[in-house]
């Protein structure tokens, strides 16, 4: 018998799975590249190459090497991943993921460390890598404190009672923890672990269905991620949108404790964007610049972001930020870090009301610079 007579042996789902995993990548710059949604700043092109890898690398942390059966709560973005940067990262905070079984209680420990804001939220929706669609329950260190030695312990499950943790529902897909820093740089991290209570499970044993559906998993966040970005910048040039209050729903796997506000810059090299404002009591804040992909740029390098603990404040306390290409001698520059647009985005945490309007200017940059 040669071998063309041989019988072909069956082919495993996984295969099918993987390839497609490999189509959605292989098409997927057509969003950015071609289209109404082009891009057509060179640094802005070079950063949609980069990150679709970038998208999958969370994919195969988040779901294909994720067990919510041996839970971990993996990094998807923050200073301890300075590449990962990706769903509106920012130096001043550390994100992590674990997804969980619904049926499941988990006990969830936290030692704070300098951490100013510290959360922790579940999500649900599609259980197949798609966007999360809804939030179950979120607390943070307000809602729920620490004990006197500044560890803070919740559980996540079916049966949890109030006051202990969040009680999941059957749509329960995703833990996501957020803890943020004044200073990126000298501040302690919070420190995460997580654990499965009830009967442990036995060895891991990987078979062909589950590895196609975490591959399948990662295809469609790929997918979905690639659906939505980039963001058309021409609505936003040089401009910073009302601010909205903290919402009653998210998308993703967006914080559900912040007020926001979104705007854009489009500059020449001659030109600054000047944005003024105040902000509201809160525990935290910051301002951000990103591309169309909603990454920060590179935070490691140059002065890319800002917190309310690093702005200078005026005595009225009003602030006045500086955006452009080089450093204008002013107080709260934010560097364009190589490119002619972006996305300027602000966040205030557990805000005592809606942030007021932020105001924003083109002014020529030798208006700026001493003499």
């Known amino acids: 018998m040669n071998d063309a007579d041989s019988p072909r042996r069956p082919e495993p789902a ?18 950015f590249y071609d289209g109404d949604r082009a891009i057509d700043d060179p640094a802005t092109l070079l950063e949609g190459y980069l990150f679709l890898p970038t998208v999958l690398q969370v994919a195969m942390t988040a779901f294909v090497h994720a067990d919510p059966l041996r839970p971990d709560l993996a990094t998807i973005a923050g200073p301890d991943a300075p590449t990962m940067r ?24 936290a030692t704070l460390g300098d951490a100013v804001y510290t959360s922790v939220t ?14 179950v329950g979120i607390l943070n260190t307000r809602d729920h404190t620490p004990d006197a030695a500044g560890v803070w312990e919740i559980l996540v499950g079916p049966d949890v009672e109030p006051g202990a943790g969040i009680t999941t529902d059957p749509g329960a897909t995703d833990i996501v923890t957020r803890d943020y820093v004044n200073d990126p740089r000298g501040d302690r991290p919070t420190s995460w672990s997580i654990e499965l209570l009830g009967d442990p499970p036995g060895p891991p ?19 979905d991620l690639a659906s939505i970005v980039p963001l058309s910048l021409s609505d936003h040039r040089n401009v910073i949108h009302d601010p909205y209050p903290v919402p009653d729903v998210t998308y993703g796997w967006a914080a559900g404790d912040a007020a926001y506000a979104l705007g854009g810059f489009d500059l020449d090299d001659d030109q600054a964007l000047v944005i003024e404002g105040r902000s509201p009591e809160c525990v935290f804040w910051n301002v951000c610049l990103w591309n169309p992909f909603l990454a920060g740029f590179d935070y490691r390098h140059e002065q890319v972001t800002l917190n309310g603990s690093q702005v200078h404040v005026e005595p009225d306390g009003s602030w006045r930020l500086v955006v452009a290409h080089t450093e204008p001698g002013r107080p709260n520059w934010l560097s364009t870090a190589g490119h002619r647009s972006g996305v300027v985005w602000f966040r205030w945490f557990l805000p005592a009301e809606t942030p007021q309007p932020v105001t924003a200017r083109v002014v020529p940059v030798a208006e700026l610079t001493p003499a």
């Open 205 to 223: 044993r990987l078979d062909d269905a589950k590895l196609a559906s975490r591959l399948e998993k990662a295809a469609n966040f790929v997918r």
């Open 122 to 135: 579940v999500y649900a929706g599609p259980d197949d890598g798609r966007w999360s669609d809804r939030i």
């Open 86 to 109: 990706w769903g509106g990262d920012n130096s001043d905070a550390r994100y992590r993921h674990c997804p969980i079984d619904p049926t499941r209680t988990y006990r969830i420990s």
């Open 14 to 31: 996984s295969a099918a799975a993987y390839r497609d995993l490999l189509a959605v990548l292989g098409s997927a710059d057509a969003s």
